[in-house]
């Protein structure tokens, strides 16, 4: 059993799903319509009163998910929260309010899941299809063929900021909705060349307000009942006729959900315009679905995290025989060191296949670039938090260790360097290592290394650099002992 949560800029909702042998089957769902956009002040930071509102609906979630005997579970946050400039001071209390750790994923992280809860929905794996999520702070668009993924982008227009822009006072005029839609058509006029309409047959829409929109037009018989350009401008003057947000009343439409409508009515309407889209069909699936069929799929060790190392280390022209060594003693000397848990055993095997990744640019520091393009490069599957971490490792591999600030408080981090830079000095040393020859004691502030008699003495050049580590781990409080079996 899953549980996937979505941090949206309207809303926070949540789904609960078991697999039954063939698809993922909802058992429960709930949403709350915290409005965190409209939280948001003139610094971007997070008012009290949106942050008391996401706690107590995040809470709210924790008790339900603690009902159910979940495998696994995963909370999300988007646009908002990717902006949010208090949001450091935010997560801790979130997440203690849910009980999971909260992952801020990118526009185009965002993107892959939803296009992955569509694909698993959609029965047709031939199609090549155009999927549109518009949520409350961004929009994203993807192209696929089945359940392969061509093209992300995240365009950053949503529903939130549509109303307060061009309908002031909550006043629906022409004017207003024919401003909006060309601030939409500005957003998207460079579009990727993936998203021109010879490169997909059907347009989707996943999100609510599109869904919404849909039900809005059919409900009322307006247009021709179907989610087009011609239906989307018959209800644009539906609108305009009502005269002001509060007066609207439709089947299908509910007051408080108006605002959201009419802004998501706008920018889909400058989009369809813009990329020329004949039809949107509306699709129950979007990026809940995504995130729990990931989930899914990785218990079942299909990880897209894995392919995403994959292709990244072809990209950047990995050298695999030396980052595979590297990162397959990494992991055997994690084991020796006894870490408390398997947290960091695959974020230390990835970082070990990611550490040289920055070497096509210099040879000398190429640490610090690995770190950089692991830490900011986009990567489908990662989190910004599980990036950041093998970021940290991939700079901490080699020399002086006062760069990465202080690392003593996290003992299990400790270990997991010392395993990835003692896995760098075997290779450059050209050794690999018998596991028998070595054993690792880390307690507190000491580490003990002791190697098999004259092993140290055999090999000179690793000797060396392992001295210099008794001088680096000293230099952040640290007491590395190097020693041989008596």
């Known amino acids: 059993m899953f549980a996937a949560i979505d941090l949206g800029s309207n809303s926070f909702r949540m789904h609960i799903a078991s697999h039954d042998g063939q698809s993922l089957r ?30 107590q609906s995040l809470s709210g979630f924790g008790q339900i998910l603690r009902g159910y005997p979940l495998t696994a579970a995963r909370v999300v946050g988007t646009n908002t929260l990717r902006v949010a400039k208090n949001v450091a001071q935010f997560l801790p209390l979130a997440e203690k309010a849910v009980g999971y750790p909260i992952e801020i994923i990118s526009g185009e992280e965002e993107g892959r899941l939803i296009y992955m809860g569509v694909a698993h929905t959609l029965a047709n794996d031939a199609e090549r299809r155009l999927v549109i999520d518009i949520g409350g702070g961004s929009t994203e668009l993807i192209t696929g063929l089945g359940h392969e993924i061509k093209e992300v982008e995240s365009f950053t227009i949503g529903t939130f900021s549509q109303a307060p822009a061009f309908f002031p006072d909550g006043r629906l005029t022409q004017e207003g909705f024919e401003a909006a839609i060309l601030s939409a058509r500005s957003h998207f006029q460079d579009y990727p060349a993936g998203f021109a309409q010879s490169n997909w047959q059907n347009a989707y829409g996943s999100s609510g307000t599109i869904r919404a929109l849909a039900e809005i037009i059919s409900k009322n018989g307006i247009g021709s009942g179907l989610l087009n350009l011609h239906s989307m401008r018959a209800l644009i003057q539906r609108f305009i006729q009502f005269g002001h947000l509060h007066k609207v009343e439709m089947q299908g439409l509910r007051a408080d959900r108006v605002s959201a409508v009419v802004g998501g009515l706008a920018v889909l309407t400058g989009l369809c315009e813009e990329i020329g889209i004949a039809l949107v069909n509306p699709i129950e699936a979007g990026l809940r679905m995504g995130v729990l069929w990931d989930l899914y799929l990785r218990s079942t060790k299909q990880d897209r995290r894995e392919h995403s190392i ?89 020399g002086n260790l006062r760069k990465l600030g202080d690392v003593c408080e996290d003992l299990e981090f400790v270990k997991a360097l010392l395993a990835l830079r003692l896995a760098v000095i075997f290779l450059h040393s050209h050794l690999e290592i018998q596991l028998e020859q070595l054993r690792i004691r880390v307690k507190n502030n000491r580490i003990e290394l002791e190697f098999a008699q004259n092993w140290l003495h055999d090999h000179p050049t690793a000797s060396y650099w392992l001295d210099k580590e008794h001088d680096w781990w000293g230099q952040i409080g640290l007491d590395l002992q190097i020693k041989s079996a008596a």
């Open 26 to 55: 909802i058992v429960k769902s709930t949403r709350d319509q915290i409005r965190l956009a409209g939280g948001l002040d003139a610094q971007s930071n997070l008012s009290e009163q949106a942050i008391a509102a996401a706690l």
């Open 310 to 398: 994959t292709f990244f280390m072809q990209k950047f022209n990995v050298d695999a025989v030396r980052a595979k060594s590297v990162a397959e003693q990494a992991s055997l000397l994690l084991a020796k060191t006894k870490p408390a848990s398997d947290a960091l055993e695959k974020p230390l095997f990835w970082a070990g296949l990611l550490h040289e990744v920055g070497m096509n640019i210099s040879h000398t520091n190429y640490h610090k670039h690995s770190a950089y393009i692991i830490e900011h490069a986009d990567l489908s599957g990662f989190t910004t938090r599980e990036q950041k971490l093998m970021a940290r490792l991939a700079l901490g591999q080699k």
